[in-house]
């Protein structure tokens, strides 16, 4: 069964700061690895989306990275901002089962 | 900027009665429509994926008489909980793609009583 982690469960930053969110997944087997972010009472945004063939896509200040042989994906966010305060979420797709499962999420607040 | 419209945002339903929740896409066709659950205090679900004109693909798990999903037109998707029951209450979340973009609508709150 796919196990998705994502550690720690909230982080605290102040304003300027760049900082690295964690999402771990169990089977190696993927099709791709989504993050997204979820603002209370706005609802969620698809931030990246990276194919089993890539290693990182980049968005603006995001920059998401993909390990297939550790288990591991990055969210990277540099200089963050007060707005980027939001919980992130990262998902994996099971390239054999077809199937995706996503973490609990990382809940970032961006202190001005 | 593209825009999901979920209708409605929040439903209160008695337990045997059946539920439908709509999204739209305001400005642009979606061939692909995702409808998500949320439970409380516990990560997201992908239930299915339905691309326009044809059925819908559900996940594992997922059960497709319970979950009736509709995706009659490029810019309506359609989730009926049919028979719902208090273990349907949750956040019912969709999406359309577009430009290869997800674009959320903003959820549907379920509570059975």
């Known amino acids: 069964k796919q196990e998705v982690t994502q550690i720690p469960a909230a982080l605290s930053v102040p304003e300027g700061e760049n900082l690295v969110l964690n999402c771990s997944f169990t089977?190696?087997?993927?099709?791709?690895l989504q993050w997204f972010r979820q603002d209370p009472g706005k609802g969620l945004t698809s931030l990246l989306l990276?194919?089993?063939?890539?290693r990182e896509q980049t968005s603006g200040r995001l920059n998401a990275s993909l390990d297939k042989s550790s288990g591991r994906s990055t969210l990277y966010i540099a200089a963050s901002q007060p707005g980027d305060s939001a919980t992130y979420l990262c998902?994996?797709?099971?390239?054999?089962?077809?199937?995706?499962?996503f973490g609990d999420g990382t809940t970032l607040t961006v202190k001005p | 900027g593209a825009v999901v419209s979920q209708h409605p945002s929040r439903v209160i339903c008695k337990s045997g009665t059946s539920v439908k929740i709509e999204c739209r896409s305001l400005?642009?066709?979606?061939?692909?429509m995702f409808w998500y659950r949320q439970f409380p205090k516990q990560s997201l679900m992908l239930m299915a994926t339905?691309?326009?004109?044809?059925?819908?693909?559900?996940e594992q798990g997922v059960e497709k008489d319970k979950f009736l999903i509709n995706h009659a037109s490029l810019t309506l998707s359609t989730l009926t909980v049919t028979s719902a029951h208090p273990e349907d209450s949750s956040f019912y979340i969709c999406?359309?793609?577009?430009?290869?973009?997800?674009?959320f609508g903003a959820g549907t709150r379920l509570s059975v009583l």
């Open positions: 999406s359309a793609k577009w430009q290869n973009i997800q674009y």
């Open positions: 089977d190696s087997a993927i099709y791709n």
């Open positions: 990276i194919q089993s063939s890539q």
């Open positions: 998902a994996m797709r099971d390239a054999n089962a077809g199937k995706s499962t």
């Open positions: 400005d642009f066709q979606a061939t692909t």
């Open positions: 339905s691309n326009e004109g044809s059925k819908a693909t559900y």
